[in-house]
């Protein structure tokens, strides 16, 4: 065992609710608590390297800051590889207005494995935080964990376009598409339906850029 360390890393490896303690722990020694879905998502996503477990934890921690706690949205965004900004990319763009880019993204999103409800969860979310910025004025900076700074330009653009209502409305049909999804049995009709509701923002983002 390392000497002045939990000798984390020479323990066998960990999985499911074992892992998600432990990431749970590591988490609290940095100051900062998770809520149940975002160790979910983590624990799918670490395990076997403990040193990227470490790096991932103290990444986390710096993002939402000492006393913050790891939405499963922060886990995202900080995750271990390229879904979580593939994500981002693909709704700020949608909600911006800009289909071509967030079909790009989108593309790459599910190349690296997202799944339909992960995109779905994840865009209403987003419309989520824009409906609490335009709440607050359409300041992006009341929103905790931050807007990540390459995505920031296209959420503001967002945040002029998109009123409260419609963002209220936005959210309620991206609810109903995730309750389509466990109608189906089929990741392809599935993937369809998350494609079309995130299409259908991005076409009323031009809508509203129109008026």
Known sequence: PRIGGDALEDRAPERGEELANSIERLLRDEGVQAEAAALAWLSSRLGEDRMLMRREVEKLALYVGRGGRVAEEAALACGPDGVALELDEALTAATAGDAAAADRALDAAVAEGASPVALLRSAARHVQRLHEAALAGGDASVLRPPVFFRHRGAFDRALRL?????????????????KRTKTTAFRDADLAIARAAIAALARQAANLARR
């Open 162 to 178: 998109w009123p409260p209502a419609a963002l209220e409305a936005a959210g309620v049909a991206l609810l109903e598409a995730e």
